[in-house]
């Protein structure tokens, strides 16, 4: 079956930096948008970022834009999320999502992984 296990989480200061990977097994994602999402406490999941299959054409949400990247590399079926400038307002369980349309909606992903948390302190 098809698997997206993130990694890389954990507790940073404001202004530090992390770097998310996301490992796809059971699917090959060359065709496949890939994307990052969050959930804050007491928040609904909200869209972080996507990536065409490509890698030629990213898409940010304006409140990460300047300060996260999407990456992904192909051959080994992982896409990354490397975050700077951290704030205390980006702490959340950060998921990755597979699909195959260019679309900030979570609805629009079909799979899923668990997440992973990130933790800002000030």
């Known amino acids: 079956q098809v698997q997206l296990v993130e990694s890389g989480g954990g507790l940073v200061q404001a202004g530090g930096s992390l770097r998310l990977s996301c490992a796809v097994s059971g699917r090959t994602i060359s065709k496949d948008v890939l994307g990052w999402f969050r959930r804050a406490p007491g928040k609904e999941r909200e869209f972080v970022a996507f990536i065409t299959w490509s890698g030629v054409s990213t898409y940010y949400a304006d409140s990460v834009k300047g300060r996260f990247t999407i990456s992904r590399d192909n051959a080994k079926n992982t896409v990354y999320l490397q975050m700077n400038s951290l704030k205390p307002e980006d702490t959340a369980v950060y998921y990755c999502?597979?699909?195959?349309?260019?679309?900030?909606?979570?609805?629009?992903?079909?799979?899923w992984g668990q997440g992973t948390q990130v933790t800002v302190s000030s």
């Open positions: 999502a597979a699909g195959n349309s260019l679309s900030s909606s979570d609805r629009r992903y079909d799979y």
